[in-house]
Protein backbone atom coordinates (compact mmCIF):
# COMPACT_ATOMS: atom_id res chain seq x y z
CA UNK A 1 0.00 0.00 0.00
CA UNK A 2 0.99 3.52 -0.47
CA UNK A 3 0.68 6.75 1.89
CA UNK A 4 0.81 10.20 1.51
CA UNK A 5 0.90 12.85 4.08
CA UNK A 6 0.99 16.37 3.53
CA UNK A 7 2.55 19.32 5.91
CA UNK A 8 3.07 22.54 6.05
CA UNK A 9 -0.48 23.89 6.14
CA UNK A 10 -1.71 26.97 8.76
CA UNK A 11 -2.48 30.42 9.53
CA UNK A 12 -1.29 32.98 7.03
CA UNK A 13 -1.83 36.77 6.34
CA UNK A 14 -3.25 37.69 2.70
CA UNK A 15 -0.01 38.49 1.04
CA UNK A 16 2.09 35.73 2.92
CA UNK A 17 3.68 32.58 1.95
CA UNK A 18 3.36 28.53 2.75
CA UNK A 19 4.72 25.73 1.67
CA UNK A 20 3.26 22.14 1.63
CA UNK A 21 5.18 19.07 0.74
CA UNK A 22 3.82 15.21 0.85
CA UNK A 23 5.87 12.26 1.33
CA UNK A 24 4.72 8.94 -0.23
CA UNK A 25 5.88 5.73 1.96
CA UNK A 26 5.18 2.17 2.23
CA UNK A 27 4.77 -0.32 -0.89
CA UNK A 28 6.52 1.91 -3.77
CA UNK A 29 6.78 0.39 -7.01
CA UNK A 30 6.15 3.33 -9.19
CA UNK A 31 5.31 6.87 -8.58
CA UNK A 32 4.53 7.97 -11.26
CA UNK A 33 2.76 12.13 -11.79
CA UNK A 34 1.78 13.74 -8.36
CA UNK A 35 -0.75 16.69 -7.69
CA UNK A 36 -2.08 18.74 -5.55
CA UNK A 37 -5.73 19.47 -5.16
CA UNK A 38 -7.63 21.91 -2.90
CA UNK A 39 -11.29 21.87 -1.20
CA UNK A 40 -13.05 24.91 -0.15
CA UNK A 41 -16.25 24.66 2.58
CA UNK A 42 -19.17 24.21 0.07
CA UNK A 43 -17.21 23.61 -2.88
CA UNK A 44 -15.81 21.16 -5.27
CA UNK A 45 -12.83 19.82 -4.80
CA UNK A 46 -10.52 21.44 -7.32
CA UNK A 47 -6.90 20.75 -8.85
CA UNK A 48 -4.83 23.22 -8.07
CA UNK A 49 -1.53 21.85 -9.87
CA UNK A 50 0.29 18.30 -11.01
CA UNK A 51 3.46 16.73 -12.26
CA UNK A 52 4.59 14.19 -13.20
CA UNK A 53 7.76 11.79 -13.45
CA UNK A 54 9.46 13.76 -16.05
CA UNK A 55 9.21 17.13 -14.04
CA UNK A 56 6.22 18.68 -16.29
CA UNK A 57 4.29 20.97 -14.41
CA UNK A 58 -0.01 21.66 -14.47
CA UNK A 59 -1.16 24.62 -12.95
CA UNK A 60 -5.05 26.10 -12.45
CA UNK A 61 -5.54 29.69 -13.81
CA UNK A 62 -6.04 30.91 -10.77
CA UNK A 63 -3.02 30.52 -9.33
CA UNK A 64 -0.71 30.35 -12.15
CA UNK A 65 2.62 32.85 -11.03
CA UNK A 66 1.66 32.73 -7.76
CA UNK A 67 2.14 28.49 -6.75
CA UNK A 68 5.05 26.50 -7.72
CA UNK A 69 4.95 22.57 -7.50
CA UNK A 70 8.08 20.25 -7.54
CA UNK A 71 9.11 17.00 -6.43
CA UNK A 72 11.95 15.28 -5.25
CA UNK A 73 12.02 11.44 -6.99
CA UNK A 74 14.57 10.58 -4.30
CA UNK A 75 12.52 11.06 -1.09
CA UNK A 76 9.12 10.43 -3.11
CA UNK A 77 8.07 13.87 -2.01
CA UNK A 78 6.08 16.50 -4.24
CA UNK A 79 5.82 20.06 -2.81
CA UNK A 80 3.65 23.22 -3.38
CA UNK A 81 5.09 26.68 -2.84
CA UNK A 82 2.29 29.27 -2.35
CA UNK A 83 3.27 33.05 -2.80
CA UNK A 84 1.06 35.87 -2.65
CA UNK A 85 -1.45 33.92 -1.06
CA UNK A 86 -5.00 35.51 -0.91
CA UNK A 87 -8.40 35.06 0.89
CA UNK A 88 -9.69 32.83 -1.61
CA UNK A 89 -6.66 30.15 -1.30
CA UNK A 90 -8.48 29.27 1.81
CA UNK A 91 -9.67 25.46 1.76
CA UNK A 92 -8.38 21.88 2.69
CA UNK A 93 -5.31 20.80 0.49
CA UNK A 94 -5.02 17.48 -0.59
CA UNK A 95 -1.91 15.05 -2.23
CA UNK A 96 -2.53 12.63 -4.68
CA UNK A 97 -0.07 10.46 -6.17
CA UNK A 98 -0.87 7.93 -8.81
CA UNK A 99 1.81 4.80 -8.17
CA UNK A 100 2.18 1.10 -8.51
CA UNK A 101 2.03 -0.73 -5.42
CA UNK A 102 4.24 -3.65 -6.52
CA UNK A 103 4.59 -6.18 -9.39
CA UNK A 104 0.99 -7.50 -10.51
CA UNK A 105 -0.62 -4.72 -9.75
CA UNK A 106 -2.56 -2.20 -11.33
CA UNK A 107 -1.60 1.58 -11.44
CA UNK A 108 -4.17 3.94 -8.79
CA UNK A 109 -5.01 6.94 -7.16
CA UNK A 110 -4.00 7.84 -3.56
CA UNK A 111 -4.87 10.32 -1.65
CA UNK A 112 -3.20 11.75 1.81
CA UNK A 113 -5.92 12.88 4.91
CA UNK A 114 -5.15 16.78 3.71
CA UNK A 115 -4.00 20.06 5.28
CA UNK A 116 -5.60 22.98 6.12
CA UNK A 117 -4.63 26.32 4.61
CA UNK A 118 -6.46 29.63 5.80
CA UNK A 119 -5.56 32.98 4.80
CA UNK A 120 -7.24 35.64 6.88
CA UNK A 121 -6.40 38.96 8.67
Known amino acids: QVQLVESGGGLVQPGGSLRLSCAASGRIFELNAMGWYRQAPGKERELVAD???????NYADSVKGRFTISRDNAKNTVYLQMNSLKPEDTAVYYCNANAKSGIGTLRRNYWGQGTQVTVSS
Open 51 to 57: ITLDGRT
